[in-house]
């Protein structure tokens, strides 16, 4: 990749040496990553999002492989969270078009799933645990439950797969945050999605909690053969499970696996200053980055604030 292609409000041209526009694929031998689709779960051609004069990112095509569990990374204001709102379809490109689930971003929900970031309910809030479950299953239709039962035993079943059985019936207020993102998972995977979307759903977790969290959303893409798109401040609870990152940073981008990617030397082209990358007992340790994401996560993190 040329310096000249890495400077700000340019489009990134993708060195080939390292990825190509749609990235390595996941190997065949890796079970749901392997999985092999006529169309891809998510797919972007020569997208851009810019806001005035600053562009987030440009000429950007990629292609998300069913089964694929792909990171999205970089610092505060660096578009992470604008690139799902891109392809949930509230927020329109510039230029370039996106599809995700077989259809134009926006034109249908089905087959989606959205986790989005950790946010405490007020603790008066009257809702249940399973009421709150059971939003994700028929919550979209108006008027009264016409199949309690069989809506009850899904809401069960999901209460289940994310260990939440046992505070069912506890308003959601009176839940830990931990406690609460597990139901906003089971939320999200009620119907199953072809592609589950996660805006920093490990954000003020605990480790315990980060860990658990980041299994549940793994289990649901081997389960279903499910694409991941993980919105991350930190890769470290999840780099076990991402086949692939996408790294933003002041209007560059790189793609490519962790090992591609989360280097020194990629880094520091990303940010146009040297910036040390080094993995200690498995973790990938970064420094010298010019704000406060460090890719290590730390309890009290606040939330991304992206361009609206």
């Given at each position: 990749m040329s310096q000249?292609?890495?400077?700000?409000?340019?489009?990134?041209?993708?060195?080939?040496?390292?990825?190509?526009?749609?990235?390595?694929?996941?190997?065949?031998?890796?079970?749901?990553?392997?999985?092999?689709?006529?169309?891809?779960?998510?797919?972007?051609?020569?997208?851009?999002?810019?806001?005035?004069?600053?562009t987030l990112w440009s000429g950007l095509d990629l292609d998300i492989q069913p089964g694929e569990?792909?990171?999205?990374?970089?610092?505060?204001?660096?578009?992470?969270?604008?690139?799902?709102?891109?392809?949930?379809?509230?927020?329109?490109l510039s230029s370039g078009t996106v599809e995700i689930a077989g259809h134009p971003a926006g034109q249908r929900g089905e087959g989606i799933g959205y986790i989005p970031q950790q946010r405490a309910f007020a603790p008066d809030t009257p809702l249940r645990a399973r009421d709150l479950v059971g939003l994700g299953i028929d919550g979209h239709r108006w008027g009264f439950r016409l199949r309690r039962?069989?809506?009850?035993?899904?809401?069960d079943d999901l209460l289940g797969r994310v260990g939440a059985r046992e505070y069912a019936k506890v308003p959601v207020g009176q839940l830990s945050g931990?406690?609460?993102?597990?139901?906003?998972?089971?939320?999200?995977?009620a119907d199953s999605p072809r592609v589950l979307l996660c805006d920093e759903p490990l954000l003020s977790l605990d480790l315990n909690h980060q860990q658990a969290v980041s299994q549940l959303?793994?289990?649901q893409r081997r389960a279903n053969d499910a694409a991941v798109v993980f919105v991350t401040h930190e890769i470290n609870p999840i780099l076990d499970y991402v086949d692939r990152v996408l790294y933003l940073a002041d209007g560059r981008f790189r793609i490519g696996?962790?090992?591609?990617?989360?280097?020194?030397?990629?880094?520091?082209?990303?940010?146009?200053?040297r910036v040390e990358v080094s993995r200690v007992n498995g973790r990938i340790v970064v420094v010298g980055l010019?704000?406060?994401?460090?890719?290590?996560?730390?309890?009290g993190d606040h939330h991304d604030t992206e361009p609206a």
């Open positions: 000249e292609s890495l400077t700000p409000h340019a489009p990134a041209r993708l060195d080939l040496s390292v990825m190509t526009a749609a990235g390595p694929q996941p190997a065949a031998s890796q079970g749901p990553r392997g999985s092999r689709e006529t169309a891809p779960a998510v797919r972007l051609r020569g997208a851009s999002l810019a806001f005035g004069d600053r569990f792909f990171a999205v990374l970089g610092p505060n204001g660096s578009g992470k969270t604008s690139f799902l709102k891109a392809l949930l379809g509230v927020l329109p039962r069989a809506v009850d035993a899904q809401v931990g406690e609460q993102q597990r139901l906003r998972v089971a939320q999200a995977i959303i793994d289990d696996s962790p090992s591609e990617v989360m280097t020194t030397e990629v880094l520091s082209a990303l940010y146009g200053g010019p704000d406060a994401t460090t890719h290590y996560h730390l309890p």
